[in-house]
Structures are given as structure tokens and as C-alpha cells.
């Protein structure tokens, strides 16, 4: 039997590398189709990954807490014949491949040929995903690694250097193949970027959304802490936001009276069906019908062109104990109470239990988070990518509002909107956000 | 005005530079009587007499030998290979004497040895090869590869009145299918230098002999979808214009080097070495080379048509570097 090489999947369209958290199998131990054979963790989210085959972990190539492109090997499972096959480990293959290319041997005809050499050349423009096997491997080589990580070419980073363009400021931007940083990337960036970026007379050689050098330095005593692949992400992302949104946001009061009626009403029938209704579901439903209304609100910027989403998938920021993850509620529109506020109950639960699965935080279309959970008045969100816009919710609180010329009290919660100012203009969020706000004010209590 | 033929521009320049000198002779196979297998020294033997248009037994080997011996007495014979392929018969005499010549006791040999090589007329394996790598091998000779009717007289003018062997390897593809308007003018095309027959700006393919078609009827179609290629016409091989190559790769940063000569040895490899090694940093993805497969050529039309590069081909490939 052949043996099977076990890879580092791609758990979402813009994940490019992932960490091994645990092994769950040793080296040496009998493993069966599906069962679960290592954790990661990726940008987006923490995952076990099953075993593509039954037998014997003959290999595992990356360590625990390594951080690896998608697609490279990362352990291989044999059928415990006990045949080392020592030529074939991964190992020697890929060390092996360059020179393969090189060598007298393709028989290079213009159509079957010339593809081996295509993806010759691809290989050796490739060398993240050979590197992490053969080279010794050392985690604080970490660093270093996720500058090579970033694809480009002989021309993009001479322009870089010239420039003072530090090409991870692109990383993930790129329009090549596999998301390769090309000539007109760069161009194009440094078009849009370029006075700021030649005249600042010291160009940081870290990425400037790298934390690992703060611009003062402390000299007392300190901890240093790695950051998780979640922490980076998030950390990354919304920096990556902040330069390319141009972020405004605008509040609104509501008056929570009714919707804290019907939740009341409707509160011993959800549960007996065993689910727990929160406000959450009425702001979501509120905010599906609105997007429905302004489409614009639920588009993307790609270049010079808007791309609407016909689906409206409700993005959901849930805190974790070690993070922040955004599982999705897909075709929210199509969801009633009961059903919005099951897929939350279980969106949530399962985030915590790290149960989510990469479909559960893909192709996000508009956000709502929750500033308001710890008593703050109200946040200012950053967008979530490639998103335009995301609304913030405070805390329900009641208070004194006048209302025909009479002092009352009302439940009263505050909502921001933050919305990139690229595609939406201040008008049109306000009137998406009235939108709501008239849904939630006049909510059917029968 | 008439148009001139690719086949009729290399007889013009060898009449008109035997006319002007007469040291200027052409030896070779049925190049007499006959007028030349493709015709190029029709009328010849009438003009000038048997003294200047020697017809020789089949052997290239003598009829180099020959010329070298004439040429250090001083006439500047014009040797003509029936098919490019022979030319391996005079092998030795072409890289052993003819090349190392002047680098040994300083005395130039000024032949030129002319054939038509390159496939796509069903010649076989035999009639149709690209043999000009085993001279651009060779220090001391000249190679050039005209793809125009224009340079096709230029250029055998300019090797006629070179110093030194120059190997001057006709398309018999082009022979009849290329012609234009010639000046009228006494004009030479200076060995060594390149022309641009397409100003492009998105990729550079670098081409010679018939390939130089191939690569503008892609860039038409590759027009159509957006994609703008400059096509250089290299014309000589030995010396080549690097220059000129370098320029364009440094301007659109991506490059397909295109030949209908294998690719193993092939020219491509040599210009894929020197761009990598002068212009890396221009380099915006990987240098491609579009060339026929190492085999012989074949015989059958299907196969020899599925051997020689294509348009297609050339689209194919620039569809793929374009999105690198």
C-alpha cells in the first residue's frame, strides 16, 4: 500500500499558513480514516483535522507550535508495514524536486512539456513549501519565515527596496498567481501610498503591524509572549482595515421597549423548544431587512468596482477567552426569530468548544458586534474585510427620554455604525441605520 | 512597386555584391546549370560565367574546404549548402579551420557558408533541422537567421563583405511566402543587431527566422484579450544584439523566448541564462521558452505540425505569464 502524506489544509479562501497546536497521534501509533490526527489553528479558527486515511503514523514533519504554508506535508501515514521507506519520505522528494527540473531529463514538447515546465518554474518560484521541510526547524525562526512567505518576484522587490516598501504591507493583496505580488501591485501601491511612504525618513524593517518592535522601549522587567496564530491574524487584519477603509461612524438611540416586550412574550415557548432568546436576533433580523433595502451596505470594494453579495450571511463577533472569532449566519434574511436565535445558541457554543469549521466563518457580508456587554456605552468597530460595514451594539440601559413633551423611561440601547466612506456615503448609513432603528421602535409585539 | 521575395532578396544581394566585386563567387551543388535547388543563383551561371558559379560534386565537406582555400588566396566565396542539414558534413571544416583561423596565425577567412534550413514543408528529418546552435557554439564564426525579405538581402550583402566565415541560414519556409517592397538603394543590415517588429508593452518575446510570424500572429490575437507583446526579431545569432534584449525584458519585466530549434542547447537557454544573470531584478515572473520538443523532426504532417511551435502555443503561454 502506498503511503498517504497528510497536509496542512486550507481552512478559508485568503488562509495561507496554519499551526500545528497538538499532535493527537505519535509517531509509530495505528490511526483510522477521520480520526482526528492534529489540531491547528489558523487565522480564523481552531480546528482538529481528521486523518485522509487508516494506518500507522509513519512520519510527522512539522512540530507542535510550527507555523506552515497550506498544502505542505506535514505528517505521512504508511500501513504499518514497517517498510521505512526512507527515499520516499517527503523529505528526500522535495529536496530532490529542484533538481529534477534542472536536470537534462524533461523532453520538453510544446504542449504536455511544456506544462512540466510550468510548474517547474513554479516550483522553484515556490520555495516556502519546500523549506519547512528539509531546513531544520527552530520556532523563532518564525519571524523571518513570514517575510519569505510573501510572494513576489525579482523585479517587485527591488521596487520594494527603492521605494522603502516593506512588501508585507501587500501580503495578501496580491493579484498573481496564488495571490503573488505583481509588478502592478506594487505600482499601484506605491501610487496610492507613495509620499507618505518615501518621506518618512526611517522606513521600519518590520512589518508595521507587527507588534514585536514597540516604538519605545521599556527597560524594566517584562514577559514576552508569543503571539497565537488567532492573535496575529486579528492583529494584522485590522490594521490591514484601518489603511484601507476609510473609516467613518455614525450612533443612533433606540428604544428598546418593544423588542424587550416580545422577547418576554416569546421567551417560555423558546425555551421549551430549548433555545435561549437574546436581543441579538431582533438586531440581526432588523439589520437583514435594512441590508435588503440599502445593498450597498452589504457590498464590497474590488479596484474600481462594487461587488454586491446577493446573499446576506450576518457576521456574528463572539468573544473568546483567547481572542475574538466571527462565526456566520448565513442567508440571515431567510431566518425567522427562532431560527436565528438557534444558530446563534449553537454558532456560539460551538466557537467556544473550537467546534467551528471553516464554512462557519467564510463569506461574511455585513458584522454586528457587542461593545455594549460589560456596561460601555458604545464602541466605534473597525470593518471587517473585505466588508464596508459593521454595526455596534451598547448596552440596554434604561433612561430618562422625553417623549411629547413628557419625561419617560425607556430601555434605551445606543448603536453605531462604522462604514467605509470609500462606497457609502454619510446619508445613505444614516438612513440604513433609521432603517433599523424604525424596525426595532415599531416591532410587532402580538 | 514590386514586391520582392524573401528567396529573390538573397539572390539580389549575392548579384549585386558579385556585380560590385569580383572576387565574390558562389560554389556548391546544381548552383549552376540548374540555378540552385530553391533557385537562389538562377541566372547566375549566365551572368558571370563558370569561372564564378562552380558547380561541385556532392561532398559540403570539399565545397568548404574549397571555399576556405580560395578565401585565403583572397576571393570571397559564397558556399551554398542544398540543405542546411548537410552542413554537419562540413563540421570540421567550418569549427576546426574556418573559426580558428585568424585566432591561430591571423590570416581571416572571409566565406560565407548559406542554406536553407527549418521545417513546416514536410521535408523530414532530413530537411528540415535548425543546425545554427552547433556554430553559435563555435568562437570565430558568425551566424545570422534573417526572417524578412529586407534583411534577407541586407544580411547576406553584410556577411559577403564580413572579414570573417559567417553561416547564414535561410527559412525555405519563408522562401516564398515573404516578400515586400525593397529600396532600390545599395543597403546592408549590420550583423549583431536586432529589430523590433512589434513595440508591446506587457511581456517581450525574443524570436528569430519564421518564429518571428508565429509570435506577431499571437500578439494579434493576444491584442484582442488585452495583452500587449513586443516581438524582437534577433536576425543574428552570433553575435547577438544583447542590448536589445535586455532593453525590452527591462521594460515589460517578462519575457517568452520563442524558437523553432530544439530546446535542449537551444538559443533560448543561452538568453535565459543572460537575463537572468543581467536583468533578475526586472524579472516580474519566470522566463518562459516556447521551443520544439528534443526529437528529430517528423516526417507525417500531423506530428510535424504538433513539433513546430504555434500560435497557440505562444497565446497559451503568454495567458499564463500575463497572470503570473
Known amino acids: 500500500m502506498a503511503e498517504t502524506k497528510v497536509i496542512m489544509p486550507q481552512m478559508g479562501e485568503s488562509i495561507f499558513e496554519g499551526t500545528i497546536t497538538k499532535w493527537l497521534k505519535k509517531k509509530g501509533e495505528r490511526i483510522e480514516r477521520d480520526e482526528p490526527l492534529f489540531e491547528i489553528s489558523t487565522d480564523k479558527i481552531d480546528t482538529e483535522i481528521p486523518s485522509p486515511a487508516s494506518g500507522v503514523v509513519q512520519d510527522i514533519l512539522v512540530k507542535e507550535g510550527q507555523t506552515v504554508q497550506i498544502n505542505t506535508v506535514v505528517a505521512v501515514i504508511g500501513d504499518g508495514s514497517g517498510k521505512p521507506a526512507a527515499k520516499e519520505t517527503p523529505r528526500e522528494e522535495q529536496k530532490q524536486a529542484p533538481k529534477e527540473v534542472k536536470g537534462p531529463a524533461p523532453v520538453a514538447g510544446p504542449t504536455e512539456e511544456t506544462k512540466k515546465e510550468e510548474t517547474a518554474a513554479r516550483t522553484e518560484q515556490a520555495p516556502p513549501q519546500t523549506v519547512p521541510q528539509g531546513a531544520p526547524q527552530s520556532p523563532p525562526q518564525k519571524e523571518a519565515a513570514s517575510d519569505e512567505d510573501i510572494r513576489s518576484s525579482p523585479l517587485v522587490r527591488r521596487i520594494a527596496k527603492e521605494n522603502n516598501v516593506d512588501l508585507s504591507a501587500l501580503s495578501g493583496k496580491g493579484t498573481g498567481i496564488d495571490g503573488r505580488i505583481t509588478k502592478s501591485d506594487i505600482l499601484s501601491y506605491i501610487e496610492q501610498s507613495g509620499k507618505k511612504e518615501t518621506a518618512s525618513p526611517a522606513p521600519p524593517s518590520k512589518p508595521s503591524t507587527a507588534p514585536a518592535a514597540p516604538p519605545m522601549k521599556f527597560t524594566g522587567d517584562v514577559e514576552r509572549v508569543q503571539l497565537t496564530a488567532m492573535r496575529k491574524a486579528i492583529s494584522e487584519h485590522m490594521v490591514m482595515s484601518r489603511r484601507t477603509s476609510a473609516h467613518v461612524t455614525t450612533f443612533f438611540e433606540v428604544d428598546c421597549s418593544r423588542i424587550l416586550k416580545t422577547k418576554e412574550k416569546l421567551q417560555p415557548d423558546f425555551e421549551q423548544s430549548g433555545v435561549r432568546l437574546t436581543v441579538t436576533p431582533f438586531f440581526v433580523q432588523a439589520a437583514a431587512n435594512a441590508l435588503k433595502r440599502f445593498p450597498i451596505v452589504n457590498s464590497s470594494l474590488d479596484g474600481d468596482t462594487i461587488v454586491y453579495k446577493r446573499a446576506i450571511n450576518i457576521g456574528i463577533a463572539v468573544s473568546l477567552e483567547w481572542g475574538l472569532i466571527v462565526p456566520i449566519i448565513k442567508n440571515a434574511d431567510e431566518k425567522n426569530l427562532l431560527g436565528l436565535s438557534k444558530i446563534l445558541n449553537d454558532l456560539g457554543e460551538r466557537a467556544r468548544n473550537k467546534k467551528l469549521t471553516p464554512e462557519d466563518v467564510k463569506d461574511g457580508t455585513f458584522t454586528i458586534t457587542n461593545p455594549g456587554q460589560y456596561g460601555g456605552l458604545i464602541g466605534t468597530p473597525i470593518i471587517n474585510q473585505p466588508q464596508v460595514a459593521i454595526m455596534g451594539m451598547g448596552g440596554i440601559k434604561k433612561r430618562a427620554v422625553v417623549i411629547d413633551d413628557a419625561i419617560a423611561i425607556r430601555p434605551i440601547i445606543l448603536l453605531s455604525l462604522s462604514f467605509d466612506h470609500r462606497v457609502i456615503d454619510g446619508a445613505v448609513a444614516d438612513q440604513f441605520m433609521a432603517d433599523i432603528q424604525k424596525q426595532l421602535e415599531n416591532w410587532p409585539t402580538s | ?324
Open chain 2, 1 to 324: 512597386m514590386a514586391l520582392t521575395t524573401y528567396v529573390e532578396a538573397i539572390r539580389q544581394g549575392i548579384w549585386e555584391e558579385m556585380e560590385k566585386d569580383e572576387s565574390v563567387f558562389v560554389l556548391g551543388e546544381d548552383v549552376g546549370i540548374y540555378g540552385g535547388a530553391f533557385k537562389v543563383t538562377a541566372g547566375m551561371l549566365e551572368r558571370f560565367g563558370e569561372w564564378r558559379v562552380i558547380d561541385t560534386p556532392i561532398s559540403e565537406s570539399g565545397i568548404v574546404g574549397a571555399a576556405i582555400g580560395a578565401a585565403l588566396m583572397g576571393m570571397r566565396p559564397v558556399a551554398e549548402m542544398q540543405f542546411a542539414d548537410f552542413i554537419s558534413c562540413a563540421f570540421d571544416q567550418i569549427t576546426n579551420f574556418a573559426a580558428k583561423s585568424r585566432y591561430r596565425w591571423g590570416a581571416g577567412v572571409p566565406i560565407v557558408v548559406r542554406g536553407p534550413s527549418g521545417g513546416g514543408v514536410h521535408g523530414g528529418p532530413f530537411h528540415s533541422q535548425n543546425p545554427e546552435m552547433y556554430f553559435v557554439h563555435t568562437p570565430g564564426l558568425k551566424v545570422v537567421c534573417p526572417s524578412t525579405a529586407y534583411d534577407a538581402k541586407g544580411l547576406i550583402k553584410a556577411a559577403i563583405r564580413d572579414p570573417d566565415p559567417v553561416i547564414y541560414f535561410e527559412h525555405k519556409f519563408l522562401y516564398r511566402r515573404v516578400k515586400e517592397e525593397l529600396p532600390s538603394d545599395d543597403f546592408v543590415v549590420p550583423i549583431g543587431k536586432a529589430a523590433i517588429r512589434r513595440k508591446g508593452s506587457d511581456m517581450s518575446v525574443i524570436t528569430y527566422g519564421a518564429m518571428v510570424y508565429v509570435a506577431l500572429d499571437a500578439a494579434k490575437e493576444l491584442e484582442k484579450q488585452g495583452i500587449d507583446l513586443e516581438v524582437i526579431d534577433l536576425r543574428s545569432l552570433l553575435p547577438f544584439d544583447k542590448e536589445a534584449v535586455l532593453e525590452s525584458v527591462k521594460k515589460t519585466n517578462k519575457v517568452i523566448l520563442l524558437h523553432e530549434d530544439t530546446q535542449i542547447g537551444g538559443f533560448a537557454g543561452e538568453l535565459a541564462a543572460i537575463i537572468s544573470e543581467e536583468a533578475f531584478e526586472y524579472l516580474d515572473g519566470p522566463i518562459r521558452r516556447i521551443t520544439a520538443p528534443n526529437t528529430p523532426v517528423p516526417y507525417s504532417p500531423p506530428l510535424e505540425e504538433f513539433f513546430l511551435p504555434k500560435v497557440s502555443d505562444v497565446v497559451r503561454v503568454a495567458r499564463e505569464l500575463y497572470a503570473y
